[in-house]
């Protein structure tokens, strides 16, 4: 087991453990090309819209803060 091998990831804050999650995450796709031609043309449309739209776009800091309070910061215990 990974935490057997690393007992001070257990130390971690709640704010540091989801970093090294999404850092993980991260590492799953950097070298796979996306090839599913459904996925291609969604992202195909979507890039579009946003050189038609700019204005419509939202940083992802923006977006994450959105998510998190939903999701994670809502989140009855």
């Known amino acids: 087991m990974i935490l057997e091998r690393f007992p001070e990831l257990l130390k971690l804050s709640e704010d540091e453990k989801q970093q090294l999650c999404s850092e993980l995450r991260g590492t799953f796709f950097i070298d796979e090309p996306v090839t599913d031609p459904d996925l ?13 739209h700019p204005e419509t776009a939202r940083p992802w ?3 994450r ?13």
């Open 40 to 52: 291609i043309a969604i992202l195909e449309a979507r890039h579009q819209h946003y050189l038609a």
């Open 61 to 63: 800091s923006e977006v």
């Open 65 to 77: 803060a959105e998510l998190r309070a939903k999701y994670i910061e809502g989140r009855q215990e």
